[in-house]
């Protein structure tokens, strides 16, 4: 194939012209030449020769850089400032110049050149002719168009008498740009279009068009082609300012006898390129409502196909390729629906967990491509219709995804849009049943995901990206982490990510790191995300009762061992779910201690609000419950209720209608617990106010205790870091036998004590301590328990050690 030359320069900055030359060196469509002498270039460009010449616009504003007369040169005008691009669109293929401006932009030295502001230029009136190199399905389309617009300018002139209407730029230039008129060159260029990969194996094979049909779609899609085209639509219709036909310029166009309305019948049966809007209306522009209808265009997924541009997806929609290992049953489900029926339709039910993740990943393992899409991002029928062309042309499956969430009107647009014949499987997720016009309807049941299949996707997901597939991690995962397919992906691409950066960290530390960064996006408002600063050593609790705590993050871990290789899964009547309720006084460490479990599992920890869960509003509080629930399942988190019997109280008789709205509450969070998979912990200080039905349903109801003269002494020393400066005065075990106070307020006579002495000297000694001690009491009430100070200590003594 013959390459596009290039010329670069010159520019007075001949480092900035070397980048450019390195940016666009690697295209094999170019050969790039940096040109040094201002004379060289009216020299390199004599040959008459397909040519971008990239010029410096030294005067740094928006008009024309003065072109080369050769009409066989489109210049693009070039900041050297690295803050403005301006291209003077003179050339046939713009599509060639828009491809090298996005390998610019592509690059990786953005620093070289930056293409912030790229914007079109008034093309001049003379009109060149640029060609592309080689034989391509493209140049076939632009051959033929030259020689159909030939013909229809030569009849507009004959008719005419010669005048050229409006137009005052050069009519035999125009003219002779298309070549001469001659009806057998033009059907012969008709024939090698139409054997072009593009149509013979693509288009005529989808969509069956007739030759009249493929005539409409090319001579719609010129002026998106190259500016001359609409130059000619303007002199065939005598309106410069429409570069679009009309239906009656694109009925004379195909057939000179046909009229206007037999196009607008062509355009709107029931034939494929109807239904699919292969030719259809331009949209009118914002400043030009209410004018008559602009013209025609061809459909902007069949103008990238021509273009060879890849899907541009975006709007909500996006093709997938690839996926992690799929669900076997759902499989084998999928490959019988389509196998057996055509144009199947199948439907995947409100609220089925990762159900349209699990079918596109089921779809991909028997060989058929997805196309997905938001149901809330489709506004019109036009926009539906667009998403069915595109999976047509990319034999792919249509699937629309969360209709039970979008609008009335985008659902009522999925569902009563008869896409019947225009995609080859249509997928609707989040509806109970699929249209009444669908002939082979299935309702999907999409399964339970099984740690075994976790455990086999984050394998692959870790082998995919570089980390290994260590079995043991892989497992560690699954048991701790029901992410969904897309999450588990991100997961895996960040810890990959962090190990090229350097980091040497375990890999299942660094797959948890990363699932704990995924995680945050799923967090709704409702919930915060306490930080997770605590282990196992800063908990002071009795052995029996630190026992009972390490037990509960066991259960998560061992859980798909015991309830699904041994068997238990069919012996629990109230779900798979760990629940625990932690009581106790406040300050005992009932908090602390769901941190703790939070950071041993690796997974965050999602601490409910009850402010903002809780509603007057009949049916809100059970929404924002459901969020928190789905927040936490996504984000595989520890959901945390603190304060629990704020909700989780006792049901009451009923005697009015608040009473009957509040146990409808209760009664919900029993369901939504017992339908949890994950681990909820709540907190209370009078379990005697938690409702029986809950306590019956958790697995752990722990009783936190008061802490003992030895165990506060410990949590005194853990109070106090090691990197504190103390006095040689402060004698901690005097504080832990003389007052009976809980982790809790110990903590925060250590923090009240070392902000005193950090006014005061900046060391923290014994007066610090008591005079903290002291606020604290008397904050609690308990005024008799300050005469336990007044005693001094037996003996001053820094008592420091560690557990």
């Given at each position: 194939?013959?390459?596009?030359?290039?010329?670069?320069?010159?520019?007075?900055?001949?480092?900035?012209?070397?980048?450019?030359?390195?940016?666009?060196?690697?295209?094999?469509?170019?050969?790039?030449?940096?040109?040094?002498?201002?004379?060289?270039?009216?020299?390199?460009?004599?040959?008459?020769?397909?040519?971008?010449?990239?010029?410096?616009?030294?005067?740094?504003?928006?008009?024309?850089?003065?072109?080369?007369?050769?009409?066989?040169?489109?210049?693009?005008?070039?900041?050297?400032?690295?803050?403005?691009?301006?291209?003077?669109?003179?050339?046939?293929?713009?599509?060639?110049?828009?491809?090298?401006?996005?390998?610019?932009?592509?690059?990786?030295?953005?620093?070289?050149?930056?293409?912030?502001?790229?914007?079109?230029?008034?093309?001049?009136?003379?009109?060149?002719?640029?060609?592309?190199?080689?034989?391509?399905?493209?140049?076939?389309?632009?051959?033929?168009?030259?020689?159909?617009?030939?013909?229809?300018?030569?009849?507009?002139?004959?008719?005419?008498?010669?005048?050229?209407?409006?137009?005052?730029?050069?009519?035999?230039?125009?003219?002779?740009?298309?070549?001469?008129?001659?009806?057998?060159?033009?059907?012969?260029?008709?024939?090698?279009?139409?054997?072009?990969?593009?149509?013979?194996?693509?288009?005529?094979?989808?969509?069956?068009?007739?030759?009249?049909?493929?005539?409409?779609?090319?001579?719609?899609?010129?002026?998106?082609?190259?500016?001359?085209?609409?130059?000619?639509?303007?002199?065939?219709?005598?309106?410069?300012?429409?570069?679009?036909?009309?239906?009656?310029?694109?009925?004379?166009?195909?057939?000179?006898?046909?009229?206007?309305?037999?196009?607008?019948?062509?355009?709107?049966?029931?034939?494929?390129?109807?239904?699919?809007?292969?030719?259809?209306?331009?949209?009118?522009?914002?400043?030009?409502?209410?004018?008559?209808?602009?013209?025609?265009?061809?459909?902007?997924?069949?103008?990238?196909?021509?273009?060879?541009?890849?899907?541009?997806?975006?709007?909500?929609?996006?093709?997938?390729?690839?996926?992690?290992?799929?669900?076997?049953?759902?499989?084998?489900?999928?490959?019988?629906?389509?196998?057996?029926?055509?144009?199947?339709?199948?439907?995947?039910?409100?609220?089925?967990?990762?159900?349209?993740?699990?079918?596109?990943?089921?779809?991909?393992?028997?060989?058929?491509?997805?196309?997905?899409?938001?149901?809330?991002?489709?506004?019109?029928?036009?926009?539906?219709?667009?998403?069915?062309?595109?999976?047509?042309?990319?034999?792919?499956?249509?699937?629309?995804?969360?209709?039970?969430?979008?609008?009335?009107?985008?659902?009522?647009?999925?569902?009563?849009?008869?896409?019947?014949?225009?995609?080859?499987?249509?997928?609707?997720?989040?509806?109970?049943?699929?249209?009444?016009?669908?002939?082979?309807?299935?309702?999907?049941?999409?399964?339970?995901?099984?740690?075994?299949?976790?455990?086999?996707?984050?394998?692959?997901?870790?082998?995919?990206?570089?980390?290994?597939?260590?079995?043991?991690?892989?497992?560690?995962?699954?048991?701790?982490?029901?992410?969904?397919?897309?999450?588990?992906?991100?997961?895996?691409?960040?810890?990959?990510?962090?190990?090229?950066?350097?980091?040497?960290?375990?890999?299942?530390?660094?797959?948890?790191?990363?699932?704990?960064?995924?995680?945050?996006?799923?967090?709704?408002?409702?919930?915060?995300?306490?930080?997770?600063?605590?282990?196992?050593?800063?908990?002071?609790?009795?052995?029996?009762?630190?026992?009972?705590?390490?037990?509960?993050?066991?259960?998560?871990?061992?859980?798909?061992?015991?309830?699904?290789?041994?068997?238990?899964?069919?012996?629990?009547?109230?779900?798979?779910?760990?629940?625990?309720?932690?009581?106790?006084?406040?300050?005992?460490?009932?908090?602390?201690?769901?941190?703790?479990?939070?950071?041993?599992?690796?997974?965050?920890?999602?601490?409910?609000?009850?402010?903002?869960?809780?509603?007057?509003?009949?049916?809100?509080?059970?929404?924002?419950?459901?969020?928190?629930?789905?927040?936490?399942?996504?984000a595989s988190a520890c959901l945390l209720f603190d304060e629990a019997d704020a909700m989780f109280g006792k049901r009451t008789q009923i005697k009015d209608a608040h009473?009957?709205?509040?146990?409808?509450?209760?009664?919900?969070?029993?369901?939504?617990?017992?339908?949890?998979?994950?681990?909820?912990?709540?907190?209370?200080?009078?379990?005697?106010?938690?409702?029986?039905?809950?306590?019956?349903?958790?697995?752990?109801?722990?009783?936190?205790?008061?802490?003992?003269?030895?165990?506060?002494?410990?949590?005194?020393?853990?109070?106090?870091?090691?990197?504190?400066?103390?006095?040689?005065?402060?004698?901690?075990?005097?504080?832990?036998?003389?007052?009976?106070?809980?982790?809790?307020?110990?903590?925060?006579?250590?923090?009240?004590?070392?902000?005193?002495?950090?006014?005061?000297?900046?060391?923290?000694?014994?007066?610090?301590?008591?005079?903290?001690?002291?606020?604290?009491?008397?904050?609690?009430?308990?005024?008799?328990?300050?005469?336990?100070?007044?005693?001094?200590?037996?003996?001053?003594?820094?008592?420091?050690?560690?557990?």
């Amino acid at each position: 194939m013959a390459l596009t030359r290039t010329f670069i320069g010159p520019f007075r900055r001949r480092a900035f012209a070397d980048g450019l030359r390195a940016l666009l060196e690697d295209d094999p469509n170019l050969s790039v030449t940096a040109l040094v002498d201002p004379e060289d270039v009216e020299r390199h460009l004599a040959a008459d020769q397909p040519t971008v010449l990239i010029l410096e616009d030294r005067a740094g504003e928006n008009e024309v850089h003065p072109l080369p007369r050769s009409p066989f040169v489109a210049v693009i005008l070039v900041s050297s400032e690295g803050t403005d691009v301006q291209i003077a669109l003179n050339q046939l293929d713009s599509a060639r110049l828009r491809d090298a401006i996005g390998l610019a932009e592509q690059t990786a030295h953005p620093k070289v050149i930056s293409l912030s502001d790229v914007r079109p230029v008034q093309p001049p009136l003379a009109l060149p002719h640029f060609r592309h190199g080689g034989e391509s399905a493209l140049r076939s389309v632009t051959d033929w168009l030259d020689a159909a617009f030939a013909l229809a300018l030569d009849r507009l002139v004959a008719a005419r008498g010669g005048d050229a209407g409006g137009w005052s730029g050069d009519l035999a230039a125009l003219m002779a740009g298309f070549g001469a008129a001659d009806t057998s060159e033009e059907a012969r260029l008709f024939g090698i279009m139409l054997e072009t990969p593009l149509w013979q194996q693509r288009l005529f094979r989808t969509f069956a068009l007739e030759p009249a049909e493929v005539r409409a779609i090319c001579l719609a899609a010129a002026p998106d082609l190259d500016q001359r085209y609409a130059w000619a639509y303007g002199l065939l219709q005598n309106n410069y300012a429409e570069p679009r036909p009309s239906g009656s310029t694109l009925a004379h166009l195909l057939d000179p006898d046909l009229v206007g309305a037999e196009f607008t019948a062509l355009v709107t049966g029931r034939r494929l390129f109807a239904r699919y809007g292969l030719v259809r209306p331009a949209p009118a522009p914002a400043d030009r409502a209410g004018e008559p209808q602009p013209g025609y265009r061809a459909a902007p997924a069949i103008l990238d196909l021509m273009l060879g541009k890849r899907p541009r997806g975006g709007g909500g929609w996006w093709l997938q390729a690839a996926a992690l290992p799929a669900l076997a049953e759902l499989t084998a489900d999928l490959e019988r629906l389509f196998t057996h029926v055509a144009d199947p339709v199948a439907t995947i039910a409100p609220g089925a967990h990762d159900g349209a993740e699990e079918v596109a990943a089921a779809l991909l393992a028997i060989g058929r491509p997805v196309l997905r899409a938001d149901a809330w991002a489709l506004e019109s029928e036009e926009k539906l219709i667009d998403l069915a062309l595109h999976a047509r042309l990319h034999d792919a499956v249509l699937l629309l995804e969360g209709l039970d969430q979008a609008s009335d009107a985008a659902r009522s647009l999925c569902l009563s849009t008869d896409l019947q014949g225009l995609v080859d499987g249509l997928v609707l997720d989040g509806v109970a049943s699929a249209p009444k016009a669908a002939r082979a309807t299935v309702a999907l049941n999409i399964g339970r995901v099984e740690a075994e299949d976790r455990k086999k996707r984050w394998a692959f997901a870790m082998r995919d990206n570089g980390l290994g597939s260590d079995e043991e991690t892989s497992a560690g995962l699954a048991a701790r982490l029901r992410f969904r397919l897309s999450d588990i992906r991100l997961v895996a691409e960040l810890a990959a990510g962090r190990r090229r950066a350097g980091d040497t960290s375990d890999t299942e530390d660094l797959m948890l790191e990363a699932a704990r960064h995924v995680s945050i996006r799923h967090a709704p408002a409702t919930v915060r995300r306490p930080p997770l600063h605590f282990d196992w050593t800063d908990l002071v609790l009795p052995e029996r009762i630190e026992a009972q705590v390490k037990a509960v993050p066991t259960h998560v871990v061992n859980g798909p061992t015991v309830l699904d290789h041994w068997g238990y899964s069919r012996r629990l009547s109230y779900g798979r779910g760990v629940g625990a309720l932690f009581c106790g006084a406040s300050g005992t460490g009932k908090t602390m201690s769901a941190q703790v479990i939070a950071r041993a599992l690796g997974v965050d920890l999602m601490q409910v609000e009850l402010s903002r869960c809780v509603s007057k509003y009949i049916g809100e509080t059970e929404k924002n419950i459901d969020a928190c629930f789905r927040a936490a399942d996504a984000a595989s988190a520890c959901l945390l209720f603190d304060e629990a019997d704020a909700m989780f109280g006792k049901r009451t008789q009923i005697k009015d209608a608040h009473d009957r709205h509040a146990n409808v509450e209760v009664a919900y969070l029993l369901q939504r617990i017992e339908a949890y998979e994950g681990l909820v912990i709540l907190t209370s200080n009078l379990k005697a106010n938690i409702d029986p039905a809950f306590l019956r349903r958790l697995r752990f109801v722990i009783d936190f205790p008061f802490p003992n003269a030895a165990e506060r002494q410990m949590i005194w020393e853990r109070a106090i870091p090691d990197t504190a400066p103390c006095a040689e005065d402060l004698d901690v075990a005097f504080l832990a036998r003389r007052l009976e106070l809980s982790g809790g307020s110990i903590q925060q006579i250590a923090v009240n004590a070392a902000f005193a002495a950090a006014s005061d000297g900046g060391v923290i000694e014994m007066r610090h301590v008591m005079a903290a001690t002291r606020a604290e009491l008397i904050k609690m009430g308990q005024f008799t328990a300050e005469r336990a100070l007044e005693d001094p200590p037996s003996r001053a003594l820094i008592t420091r050690g560690r557990a």
